[in-house]
């Protein structure tokens, strides 16, 4: 087998797996684990179920490599707050405006990862615990030497970062109430706009720091 031949077919196989991964995270964000088939999947993505099994043999593995894609994205937005190089008011700007970009540019992978969650993360419980708890737990640490160099005032950072998470997914998950409550059919970039200024006031009043009118 030739080289080209090698590199097609990665190709080709990288395109059916972005068409079912595509398909399954709008099933799964629409009908839930339980209410989303193989087939539905297989149909939606134009593939036999018997062609979509040959990437993924079962729904469980398929939905989890979904979550695993999701958790990827959200973990490398997270990432933002390790960086040594940045005073804490433009990390913490960074930080806000990555998870409200992954609310907005991901809204349905979002609600695939909060809806496993609201069940009690029956499936992906031990994920979490690997992948998220060491990085919140390197976060509270970057909080606890910012409050050490008295660079912010004492918070507790665990509780403020799982308030930043919900005031940012909600964006995402709890989407439908809100363009209801707008009388839209969507959330605009200028909503996102409002958003970001707004939580990002709130975090950096909350650890004494202050917005400046020449920044958002």
């Not at 995270?25 to 134009?46: D, K, L, M, P």
């Not at 043999?57 to 990432?79: F, G, H, I, S």
């Not at 918070?155 to 005031?167: E, P, Q």
């Not at 209801?180 to 200028?190: F, G, I, K, T």
Request: overall charge neutral; hydrophobic content about 45%; some cysteine.
């Amino acid at each position: 087998m030739t080289t080209a031949t090698v590199k097609r077919r990665a190709v080709n196989r990288d395109k059916v797996e972005a068409a079912i991964l595509g398909e399954a995270v709008r099933q799964f964000a629409e009908c839930g684990y339980e209410g989303t088939s193989i087939a539905t999947v297989a149909e939606r993505a134009g593939l036999s179920k018997q062609n979509l099994m040959y990437y993924f043999p079962t729904k469980q593995a398929l939905y989890e490599r979904v979550l695993d894609n999701v958790l990827d994205d959200w973990l490398a937005r997270m990432a933002s707050l390790s960086d040594p190089t940045q005073e804490p008011g433009d990390v913490l700007r960074g930080y806000v405006r990555a998870k409200l970009q992954f609310s907005r540019e991901q809204p349905l992978a979002s609600r695939v990862y909060a809806m496993e969650v609201i069940g009690g993360a029956k499936l992906y419980a031990d994920q979490i615990r690997r992948r998220v708890i060491p990085l919140l737990r390197a976060d509270i640490a970057v909080f606890e030497r910012w409050i050490a160099d008295g660079k912010i005032a004492p918070v507790n950072a665990t509780h403020l970062l799982f308030a930043v998470w919900a005031m940012t997914q909600s964006y995402a998950d709890f989407a439908a109430q809100m363009t209801l409550v707008l009388d839209r059919e969507q959330l605009l970039p200028s909503d996102f706009d409002d958003a970001e200024r707004l939580i990002t006031g709130m975090v950096l009043a909350a650890v004494g720091l202050k917005e400046t009118p020449c920044q958002s």
